[in-house]
């Protein structure tokens, strides 16, 4: 197995941009690798965007993207309130909210992956490409009652600790979920035991991401 590390600009800070449908996604995706680049670059600038948040799950967005940004004081939240299941409808509109992200400049994109069964988790994932064509975009996945997970070719391993801190932030912070079968921290370790295994993780925990494109 061969560790990578994203080659960011020597005469900058590292951009990293990530992208949600709706107020747990990022977390749930790719939250340990958030947790793993920000404590390896806290200098970062981030833009946490989510795009589907009625009033009660954007304050749920806002307090755990602080958390997990806590430490990176050049970060920006952003919530929009596109209403769920209805994202394909609106994709004209969400462009709009896209385009002006042209303008950070990111070096790194997380966003949701293509094959995701999810409509509303589609519509970002196209919008991301359509949007940037010439930067590295690792796509994370979300476990959902829709079965459709695959085997990812990418993968951050984290500590214990990292996988840790992850699960519990997402119990703390998003109570509107709770009541959902699949919102359980044995669904969230076990997945991330599973990607572990798979890349041999010292820790035995990883986070795995689909890439289309990444030059060596």
């Not at 385009?99 to 994932?125: A, M, N, W, Y």
């Not at 994370?140 to 459709?148: F, I, L, Q, S, T």
């Not at 990418?154 to 109570?175: I, R, W, Y």
């Given at each position: 197995?061969?560790n990578?590390?994203?080659?960011f600009?020597?005469?900058?800070?590292?951009?990293?941009?990530?992208?949600g449908?709706?107020?747990?996604?990022?977390?749930?995706?790719?939250?340990?690798?958030?947790?793993?680049?920000?404590?390896?670059?806290p200098?970062?600038?981030?833009?946490w965007?989510v795009?589907?948040?009625?009033?009660i799950?954007?304050?749920?967005?806002r307090?755990?993207?602080?958390?997990?940004?806590?430490?990176?004081?050049r970060?920006?939240i952003?919530?929009?309130?596109?209403?769920?299941?209805?994202?394909?409808?609106?994709?004209?509109?969400?462009?709009?909210?896209?385009?002006p992200?042209?303008?950070?400049q990111?070096?790194?994109i997380?966003?949701?992956?293509?094959?995701?069964?999810?409509?509303d988790?589609?519509?970002?994932?196209?919008?991301?490409w359509?949007?940037?064509?010439n930067?590295?975009?690792?796509?994370?996945e979300v476990?959902?009652?829709?079965?459709?997970?695959?085997s990812?070719?990418?993968?951050?391993?984290?500590t214990?600790?990292q996988c840790?801190a992850?699960?519990?932030?997402?119990?703390?912070h998003?109570?509107?979920q709770?009541?959902?079968?699949?919102?359980?921290?044995?669904?969230?370790?076990?997945?991330?035991?599973?990607?572990?295994?798979?890349?041999?993780?010292p820790?035995?925990?990883?986070?795995?991401?689909?890439?289309?494109?990444?030059?060596?």
């Amino acid at each position: 197995m061969l560790n990578l590390k994203p080659s960011f600009p020597a005469d900058r800070v590292p951009r990293i941009l990530f992208l949600g449908a709706h107020s747990d996604d990022i977390e749930i995706g790719c939250g340990g690798a958030a947790l793993r680049l920000l404590s390896e670059h806290p200098n970062a600038e981030v833009r946490w965007v989510v795009l589907g948040c009625n009033p009660i799950r954007a304050i749920e967005a806002r307090q755990s993207a602080q958390e997990f940004l806590r430490n990176t004081p050049r970060s920006e939240i952003v919530t929009h309130d596109f209403p769920d299941a209805f994202f394909p409808s609106r994709a004209a509109d969400m462009k709009r909210c896209f385009e002006p992200l042209k303008d950070f400049q990111p070096d790194l994109i997380f966003t949701h992956c293509g094959h995701d069964h999810h409509q509303d988790h589609r519509v970002i994932s196209e919008l991301t490409w359509n949007t940037f064509r010439n930067h590295l975009i690792l796509e994370y996945e979300v476990p959902k009652y829709d079965a459709d997970l695959r085997s990812p070719g990418v993968f951050v391993a984290l500590t214990k600790d990292q996988c840790e801190a992850k699960v519990s932030l997402l119990m703390k912070h998003f109570a509107t979920q709770r009541g959902k079968h699949w919102f359980d921290p044995e669904v969230f370790k076990g997945l991330m035991r599973i990607r572990g295994l798979e890349c041999c993780s010292p820790s035995g925990y990883a986070e795995g991401f689909y890439a289309r494109k990444i030059v060596l």
